[in-house]
């Protein structure tokens, strides 16, 4: 199934305007050290939520300019911080915490002022995951088990809405937008199995071009879906779904791996152990071209990019290429607003 992953594209494209990058290596706190896992979050204040090692154990952290990295510590009587799935750009952060009675629930946490919203199960008697938190402060949930699963959209003024996709039990989240918009995809390749459910809004279906099949990964705030395209099992060529109706074929020849976008349509992801940015005004970028080569990364692949142009990446030095740390890059000129995309 990953290799399905991996798109067939050419990295053309990069006499395009030059957008430059000031690098900062995301530092850990004192008591341990930065270990990358890939599915770190970077929001649009430029807070990377990320993991350490901490004597041999796995915690969670968060970063921003201001104020460096700090271990997220819940100090809350009855409860203890699980895991930590989503940050939203007010900073409010989407846990699991365990109860006393050693049963897991999810919850909103404000961390600088250890406010703690739990959120009470929309299903008794089933168990309930937390998937993603949106900037509106609403959360998607997913209560059973994945072969009868019951999906709602919780916020804390009006509680849980169910969510009904109308689709086979295989078919999973994939993200949540600040439209309140969710992306479900088939578990595998689909020709159609693609949905976008918005409350109070006929269902939206993603098609692969006639005679291919698609999976879609990401959508982006405005309802542009980035997925890729395949036939007879093997992955062809990437594809951006704009909200407008219009499909974007990224032309292919060389492997690449895209993981997000942004509201400009601006997409990241790596190339042959090389990060990779694209936009439709300047190509195919390889962002070590776009960096000072006297700070001695070598950014090997870009993971997310927010709505101000921030790009977090994970890179290591010429000498140690097993050593991987987390690199923020911020455009040195800022990236004017994205307007509406057209039909």
């Known amino acids: 199934m990953k290799s399905l992953l991996i798109g067939l594209l050419t990295l053309a494209g990069l006499g395009h305007a030059a957008t430059q990058y000031a690098v900062q290596e995301i530092e850990a706190p004192d008591t341990g050290t930065v270990f990358v896992i890939g599915d ?16 041999g154990v796995g915690r969670q952290f968060i970063w921003d300019a201001e104020r460096g990295s700090r271990v997220l510590e819940l100090d809350q009587p009855g409860l ?23 049963s897991r629930v999810p919850c909103t946490w404000n961390s600088e002022e250890q406010e703690v919203q739990l959120i009470d199960p929309p299903h008794p008697g089933e168990e309930v995951q937390a998937y993603a938190l949106n900037n509106g402060g609403q959360v998607l949930l997913m209560s059973g088990d ?12 009006n509680g849980p809405r169910p969510v ?17 918009q969710v992306l479900f995809q ?50 062809l060529f990437w594809m951006v779904w704009t909200h407008g109706g219009r499909q974007i074929k990224l032309q292919s020849s060389a492997k690449v791996d895209l993981i997000a976008l942004n509201d400009r349509l601006e997409l990241v992801g790596r190339k042959a152990d090389r ?12 962002l070590n071209d776009r ?9 090997q692949d870009a993971i997310a990019i927010n709505e101000t142009g921030q790009i977090l990446a994970i890179a290591h030095t010429a000498t140690d290429r097993d050593s991987q740390t987390l690199i923020l890059l911020t455009p040195t000129q800022p990236m004017a607003k994205p307007s509406p995309q057209s039909a």
């Not at 009904?164 to 309140?180: C, F, I, Q, R, S």
């Not at 595998?188 to 949905?195: G, R």
């Not at 918005?198 to 006639?210: D, F, S, T």
Request: glycine share 10%.
């Open 186 to 235: 088939d578990d595998s390749w689909s020709p159609q199995t693609t949905l976008i459910w918005q409350e109070g809004v006929p269902m939206r279906r993603i098609y692969a071009p006639k005679g291919h099949l698609a999976r879609c990964l990401a959508l982006n705030n405005g309802g542009d879906v980035l997925g890729i395209v395949g036939k007879d099992d093997a992955a």
């Open 291 to 299: 960096i000072d080569r006297a700070t001695g990364w070598i950014l």
């Open 275 to 286: 990060a990779i940015f694209w936009s439709q005004s300047t190509g195919w970028v390889d």
């Open 146 to 157: 994945r072969q009868a699963p019951l999906f709602d959209i919780w916020d804390a003024e």
């Open 40 to 55: 770190e979050i970077l929001n649009g204040r430029g807070q990377v939520l990320g993991w350490i090692r901490e004597n």
């Open 164 to 180: 009904d996709p109308k689709t086979p039990p295989w078919v999973v989240p994939e993200a949540l937008n600040d439209l309140g």
């Open 80 to 102: 203890r911080l699980a895991r930590v799935r989503d940050v939203n750009d007010q900073g409010t952060l989407l846990c699991e915490v365990e109860l006393d009675t050693g």
